[in-house]
């Protein structure tokens, strides 16, 4: 029997259902986790994660260092980036690009570019004013002390390069990654 999940929660624009089978990420900014998961299942988690140096929520600009909360995709996979590994989001969402707009962060402009992205299941905008290229990725040459010791990212997820390693074994474009 295929069950399904609803994750998040249903918006005037889109949802996300993830298939019982399907496997997906839960990344919890304040634990500094991400589990593994496999419909409602835990099958790992993985630890001592960093996140962006001004904590998580709704990024109000580029630059913010700020990693948004929202359920995402993973967009691309980029596996020769300085960072060891790179799995880009689909960032920003349907949602984020909601509020952006109400608030005037983005113009209509933005709005149905991200819009229209999403609807064609391709990767946003990467250049509005909400900036772009948040993913999640490993350390690369920087130091595992400092990842250690403090949230020190741009708005991305970060790991120790062995995390990302493992973690890549679950993760392919069109994953779910769900930030809370």
């Known amino acids: 029997m295929l069950r399904i999940y609803l ?9 996300t259902v993830i298939a019982g089978d399907d496997v997906w990420l839960l990344v919890d900014t304040k634990a500094l986790t991400i589990e593994v998961k496999k419909g409602q299942q835990t099958l790992e988690v993985l630890n001592d994660i960093a996140i962006g140096q001004g904590g998580a929520g709704f990024k109000n600009h580029r630059g913010d260092n700020v990693t948004p909360f929202g359920s ?9 980036s300085s960072f060891r590994k790179f799995f880009g989001l689909t960032y920003p969402s349907t949602e984020d690009a909601q509020k952006a707009l109400e608030q005037g962060v983005i113009d209509r402009v933005a709005y ?26 490993g350390l690369g040459r920087a130091d595992e002390k400092i990842h250690k010791s403090m949230n020190w990212t741009h708005g991305c997820i970060a790991l120790t390069n062995g995390q990302i390693d493992h973690l890549s074994q679950w993760l392919g474009k069109g994953t779910v990654v769900k930030i809370k």
């Not at 994750?7 to 949802?15: E, G, H, I, K, V």
């Open 112 to 137: 149905n570019s991200i819009m229209i992205a999403h609807r064609y299941h391709q990767v946003p905008p990467q250049n509005t004013a909400l900036g772009g290229r948040i993913g999640i990725h």
């Open 72 to 80: 995402y995709r993973i967009g691309w996979v980029g596996e020769q």
């Open 7 to 15: 994750l998040l929660c249903c918006s005037a624009f889109s949802f």
